[in-house]
């Protein structure tokens, strides 16, 4: 709230240890030497990808992070950063909400509500309700996008031994003038171009559409004691429409113009659903007066992808884009007739068994095992594979001691299947490997200033690598935008994390960060070069009466693609932004966010043809009211 991030991707570019490379409306986030992959809502895996889908954190309570070994959490073992999007519940048996409005640089406009109210008299089911609207242009020329959100959600106290809770939300996510991609990095001469942050490879029919549905329902369930049944289960349902304009060309220096020849379009018709089941008994005892609990659980998930039409939208053979007038009229209409890829599905199960014992009073070990298949069916056959019975387990170790800190360590196995493919149009192997990570956390001036220390290590093989400029061709051997990948072994990443939060003094709040990291492959060669490895973050807000200030840096070091006379490098850069608030009185609240103060000029992406500036300097004036 008070740094005023609503989107998804904007916490992204906020989190500490994550580079988010940004390529067009898509973003492919690492950290830590690996792809940000494992997302969850309200605990529960997701498998449609969240490149382009911008939530809107409007329907969200909070969001957590897990980084490094999360297979104590989920079992999962991803080795970057597990996201789990905690959606807003009836938890109110009154009457309360609030609602807000702002606006910002580039005639951005937004306005939201937040309504809890009992349904009954004694507040025993309650319901809420999120709607928001939102309008805005851009720093960059023609872009402009419209964000529409709605979500309800009852819960339900049924007895002192049943809760249930239903809901359902819905995005319509619109941009218009819209990057593929990104800015040419090379003039026509070679040399290394420099553009105007307001430019884009775009033209006034492009266009990337999102339609978002969800619904969920969960049951938590007393069954003996104090041992509990939960049942969640989840639907997802994503549409999306584009019609869009790529050029692999160079920017002629003198005119601002791109090579003749050079550009190429695409429009597509898209529709993926999810549905997902996990459930599970958590069974809580003592042995020898020690606190024990054990988790046996299952879990399903399963994403159908619907026949993915695409097309060409047409225009002049001839045409020559140039970047001072994003025109390009097309010679007809925008029609997505073909087929690029036949419906398929993937389907996931896991069993897992979890325990977490207290071996002395001080000594807590967390352990587990989870058994995984994994299967990929597609009409027409091309890429199907099946995983059966692979096995992940985990273990870590909590020490309590001082009576205010902890020291823990952890292993995880790995086991991914891969999404990404190679020149060959084949998925790439499943990625698997071990993960090491030790560390101590303290607590302090009674658990309102937190603080971590991790050293972690990840061995991998069969990771994904970008081969810099290089695509899949579609079954025709036609060139299409789909980055194509290479398998790496013997990838190891090895760093060290600190972090701080809470509250420093009376009204004084800090939120510090700071990450470090290094990925090599077996012949000692550095991988993943996009990803920053020094990144910093640091927030803090003093309040003073009625009015409170703050400020944050965000620190991110030299990041590169390609070699010799085509590598293309960000050095480091900082960026400030600062906030001011005022309370009206006890329900009204005004605040002033500016961001990028210096108005640093910087890529949050890079390539060949994939070069993204981040947003100049701006401002956002918002005013709140609570009741």
Do not use: C
């Not at 420093?504 to 709040?509: C, E, F, G, M």
């Amino acid at each position: 709230d008070d740094a005023n991030i609503t989107s998804f991707q904007e916490m992204l570019k906020n989190v500490t240890g994550v580079t988010v490379n940004q390529w067009d409306e898509r973003q492919y986030p690492t950290a830590r030497g690996f792809d940000v992959d494992y997302y969850l809502i309200d605990g529960i895996p997701t498998a449609v990808g969240m490149e382009a889908n911008d939530l809107d954190l409007t329907q969200y309570d909070r969001v957590e992070l897990v980084k490094g070994a999360n297979g104590l959490m989920t079992g999962a073992g991803n080795p970057a950063i597990a996201i789990n999007l905690v959606r807003k519940h009836a938890n109110s048996k009154e009457l309360t909400g609030n609602v807000s409005t702002s606006f910002g640089s580039w005639n951005t406009w937004s306005s939201s509500a937040d309504i809890s109210s009992p349904l009954n008299a004694d507040g025993s089911v309650r319901g809420r309700a999120v709607v928001k609207h939102e309008d805005s242009n851009s720093y960059m020329d023609g872009y402009q996008k419209t964000n529409n959100v709605a979500y309800v959600v009852v819960d339900a106290d049924i007895t002192d031994k049943t809760y249930v809770s239903v809901g359902a939300g819905y995005q319509n996510l619109e941009r218009d003038g819209v990057r593929w991609g990104g800015l040419p990095a090379f003039y026509t001469d070679g040399t290394r171009a420099n553009f105007d942050r307001s430019k884009t490879v775009s033209a006034d029919w492009t266009y990337w559409d999102t339609d978002t549905t969800t619904a969920f329902a969960t049951l938590k369930q007393n069954l003996l004691n104090d041992i509990n049944l939960n049942v969640n289960y989840a639907y997802r349902e994503v549409k999306q429409d584009t019609a869009l304009l790529y050029s692999w060309g160079r920017v002629n220096k003198t005119n601002n113009k791109l090579d003749p020849h050079s550009l190429m379009t695409w429009s597509d018709s898209t529709k993926t659903t999810e549905n997902n089941i996990d459930t599970f008994i958590s069974a809580p005892f003592t042995f020898r007066g020690l606190n024990q609990e054990l988790v046996a659980g299952f879990m399903y998930n399963q994403s159908k992808k619907d026949t993915w039409y695409a097309g060409n939208p047409p225009f002049a053979a001839d045409a020559v884009l140039d970047l001072d007038d994003p025109s390009l009229p097309l010679t007809g209409e925008i029609s997505n007739t073909g087929i690029y890829q036949q419906p398929n599905k993937t389907t996931q199960t896991g069993a897992y068994l979890a325990g977490k014992f207290t071996l002395l009073e001080p000594l807590k070990l967390v352990t587990g095992v989870r058994l995984s298949n994994w299967k990929y069916e597609s009409d027409d056959g091309v890429g199907n594979r099946e995983f059966k019975n692979e096995v992940t387990p985990y273990a870590g170790l909590v020490f309590d001691f001082m009576d205010n800190y902890s020291w823990y360590t952890s292993y995880t196995s790995i086991f991914k299947p891969e999404d990404k493919r190679g020149i060959n149009r084949q998925y790439l192997d499943p990625r698997n490997g071990k993960s090491y990570e030790t560390g101590l956390k303290g607590e302090f001036l009674d658990g309102k200033l937190n603080t971590a220390l991790s050293i972690f290590k990840t061995k991998q093989d069969n990771v994904a690598e970008e081969i810099s400029g290089v695509f899949v061709p579609d079954a025709n051997g036609n060139l299409t935008t789909e980055k194509a990948y290479r398998s790496v072994d013997g990838v190891e990443s090895k760093g060290i994390e600190f972090e701080l939060d809470g509250e420093i003094k009376d009204n004084w709040n800090l939120s510090f960060g700071i990450s470090h990291f290094n990925a090599k492959d077996a012949n000692n060669k550095e991988v993943q070069t996009m990803s920053s490895r020094t990144s910093a973050n640091l927030f803090t807000k003093y309040t003073l009466d009625k009015w409170s200030f703050g400020g944050g840096l965000n620190y991110k070091s030299q990041f590169y693609t390609g070699e010799g006379v085509n590598k293309i490098q960000q050095d480091a850069y900082i960026l400030t932004n600062l906030m001011v608030g005022y309370d009206v009185d006890s329900n009204i609240k005004a605040q002033l966010n500016l961001n990028n103060l210096f108005d640093e000029k910087y890529y949050e992406g890079i390539g060949t043809n994939s070069m993204v500036y981040g947003a100049p300097r701006n401002a956002t004036l918002t005013l709140r009211y609570q009741f």
